[in-house]
């Protein structure tokens, strides 16, 4: 098992920034693929950033991209979220999950059901 625990969440105003973390335990964690998802009152679960075991490899989803920075830090195996320029849209759950059998290898940002560990969620309020 991977225990994954997020921090970081808050009340921002528009235009600010966040950085969440997500501490994982349990597993190594050079060998986990690392995402964030985020979940809003009556809308599905959507990947957010990901991030691949070896740390070069960084995939966004369209409203983050440029705004948005995965990043890990393997010795204190924990990942974060560098989020700038927030918007009220990025209100949300935000979780940490994390993959222990893939690669991603094209922009396309797979599923929840493919992340086989998830934290418990950080809530994100950006305010107008």
């Known amino acids: 098992q991977v225990q994954l625990v997020e921090s970081g969440g808050g009340l921002v105003q528009a235009g600010g920034s966040l950085r969440l973390s997500c501490a994982a335990s349990?597993?190594?964690?050079?060998?986990?693929?690392m995402a964030w998802f985020r979940q809003a009152p009556g809308k599905e679960r959507e990947a957010v950033a990901v991030?691949?075991?070896?740390?070069?490899?960084?995939f966004y989803t369209n409203s983050a991209k440029g705004r948005f920075t995965i990043s890990r830090d393997d010795g204190r195996k924990t990942v974060y979220l560098q989020m700038n320029s927030l918007n009220p849209e990025d209100t949300a759950i935000y979780y940490c999950?994390?993959?222990?059998?893939?690669?991603?290898?094209?922009?396309?940002?797979?599923?929840?059901?493919?992340?086989?560990?998830w934290g418990q969620g950080t809530q994100v309020t950006v305010s107008a």
């Open positions: 349990g597993r190594p964690f050079n060998r986990l693929m």
């Open positions: 999950a994390a993959n222990s059998r893939t690669i991603l290898t094209s922009p396309i940002l797979i599923g929840e059901a493919e992340y086989e560990y």
């Open positions: 991030i691949n075991r070896n740390g070069g490899d960084k």
